[in-house]
T-cell receptor, first 111, second 113 residues
Framework: QKEVEQDPGPLSVPEGAIVSLNCTYS??????FMWYRQYSRKGPELLMY??SSGNKEDGRFTAQVDKSSKYISLFIRDSQPSDSATYLC???????????WGLGTSLAVNP | DVKVTQSSRYLVKRTGEKVFLECVQD?????MFWYRQDPGLGLRLIYF???????EKGDIPEGYSVSREKKERFSLILESASTNQTSMYLC????????????FGSGTRLTVV
């Protein structure tokens, strides 16, 4: 079992839809949780990060961590075609130098 | 704007060639990483470095080596390129605690023929 599991999709939604992207993790020591967005033929870029449990909101994006169920979510409201990308979740423990990655979910937002 | 710069966006090399991929960061980060990314396999860590002249193997180090002579530069070396090393190579850097994760370069698409 991978330490971070993520359904690769692909996920296809109409413009304006609410998108829910999800990961699960198995390591109870994970404290930092991140979402990266990767456009085609580009490097990933940090979109959201959270520490421990709770929600964090930034514009149309909300990151949510539920440590009791080891569940990480990213919600995109009013999705736009420009949101079409691969979304990767990542986690790490407090003293770890490495991020542990999900496989990424491919999202297409159709006009 | 802070950056991680990879020297080439696209490379085509022949089987058996020695290949150098260069990465430079301007954020004074201690940690630097080399990944390869393949469809269906996600990001796989090749090597990482947490200090000058220090290196640690990642999950798939076979066929690769690295060099970090200066803090800002981390090089990936394919000693004898093979076709199964055709991939997207991504360099990343991060601060001491990696609290804010990594900053990635734009990637090098390497094709070995």
């Amino acid at each position: 079992q991978k330490e971070v599991e993520q359904d690769p999709g692909p996920l296809s939604v109409p413009e304006g839809a609410i998108v829910s992207l999800n990961c699960t993790y198995s390591n109870s020591a994970f404290q930092y949780f991140m979402w990266y967005r990767q456009y085609s033929r580009k490097g990933p870029e940090l979109l959201m990060y959270t520490y421990s449990s709770g929600n964090k909101e930034d514009g149309r994006f909300t990151a949510q961590v539920d440590k009791s169920s080891k569940y990480i979510s990213l919600f995109i409201r009013d999705s736009q075609p420009s949101d079409s990308a691969t979304y990767l979740c990542a986690s790490k423990g407090g003293n770890n130098r490495k991020l542990i990655w999900g496989l990424g979910t491919s999202l297409a937002v159709n006009p | 704007d802070v950056k991680v710069t990879q020297s080439s966006r696209y490379l085509v090399k022949r089987t058996g060639e020695k290949v150098f991929l260069e990465c430079v960061q301007d954020m004074d980060h201690e940690n630097m990483f080399w990944y390869r990314q393949d469809p269906g396999l996600g990001l796989r860590l090749i090597y990482f470095s947490y200090d000058v002249k220090m290196k640690e193997k990642g999950d798939i180090p076979e066929g690769y080596s690295v060099s970090r002579e200066k803090k800002e530069r981390f090089s990936l070396i394919l000693e004898s390129a093979s076709t199964n090393q055709t991939s997207m190579y991504l360099c990343a850097s991060g601060d001491t605690g990696l609290v804010y994760g990594y900053t990635f370069g734009s990637g090098t698409r390497l094709t070995v023929v």
